[in-house]
């Protein structure tokens, strides 16, 4: 059994979804595991990871808007507002998705569906320079 770690470093354009599985699968190849099981986590409280639809780009789109709609930026919602007003939106944005994710990996590949992707969703409005970490383990 051996492990493997990366970060990728990831430059939003503001508020959206950014897909990074081929950055994944590209750092995979070159550790060349037969069998394991992928970490991602992402080291920020106002991004998130998921894992989505990556054939119709409305999918991302629709995520967006229905986003906006359950934590819509609106100042007089929220107590925390330090960093302005799509910070708190954001913090509730992350909450509700995930900041890790476990992707099991067999045959020197990752056990993703034939429509399925990772993304890093931006849910600040500013471009943000993101870390994702990645820890692989396994043969």
Known sequence: MR?????LDIATQGR???AFTDSVRNWL???HFTTGLLTVF????????LIQENADPDVCRDLIRFFDVIAPEDET??????????????????ALTATQLSIPIVEGRLVLG???GLYLFEHRRAPHRREIVLHVIGE
């Open 29 to 31: 190849h070159g550790e």
């Open 16 to 18: 959206g979804l950014i």
């Open 114 to 116: 034939t429509w399925q």
């Open 77 to 94: 919602r929220y107590i925390h507002r330090a960093e302005g007003p799509d910070d708190m939106p954001a913090h509730i944005r992350s």
């Open 3 to 7: 492990q493997a770690t990366q970060r």
């Open 42 to 49: 992402c080291r920020h409280t106002s991004a998130s990871l």
